[in-house]
């Protein structure tokens, strides 16, 4: 698990906040997760109920959650030590450079399970459709594409 507790001290920008936050939720609905299933696992994990407005208020950048809620929810959805770690050191982070950041791990996660979660035609091909629509990399649309385009001409046979 992460751990970010240690790196909660000092000064946050709006645009720190909004990029965390705008991170953290596009992290969140990449993975298809729902606000409840991740207070539920946040609670379960924290060993206590939490109020609903915390993560709306992490996700909509109203506020910098602080340590133990932040790694925790870090570790839900996967998140990158790193990734925190640039907006920090980052005054002038934006929304979009939060949603970029996200965008690149989604990306690099699909890859990676790419075989592992889709194990029927139907279920690859949904999942690579999604990959490519979050893909700002031409070759790998490209290879996908190709895919996709072979799966079809199979299923006309």
């Known amino acids: 698990m992460l751990s970010i507790a240690n790196t ?46 915390r993560l709306w208020r992490a996700e909509s950048g109203k506020a910098w959650p602080d340590g133990d809620f932040l790694t925790v929810l870090a570790d839900i959805l996967h998140a990158r030590l790193e990734d925190f770690a640039w907006i920090q050191r980052n005054p002038a982070a934006t929304a979009e450079d939060g949603r970029a950041l996200a965008k690149r791990i989604l990306t690099q996660e699909d890859r990676d399970y790419v075989a592992a979660l889709a194990n029927t035609d139907t279920k690859r091909a949904a999942l690579l459709r999604r990959i490519a629509a979050m893909s700002d990399d031409p070759e790998l649309i490209g290879r996908i594409q190709g895919y996709l385009d072979g799966l079809e001409r199979s299923d006309r046979r």
């Open 8 to 53: 909660q001290e000092g000064q946050y920008t709006n645009g720190m906040s909004e990029a965390l936050g705008t991170y953290l939720k596009s992290l969140r609905e990449g993975q298809g997760l729902e606000a409840k299933d991740v207070l539920a696992q946040l609670g379960e994990r924290l060993g206590r109920k939490i109020d609903p407005s």
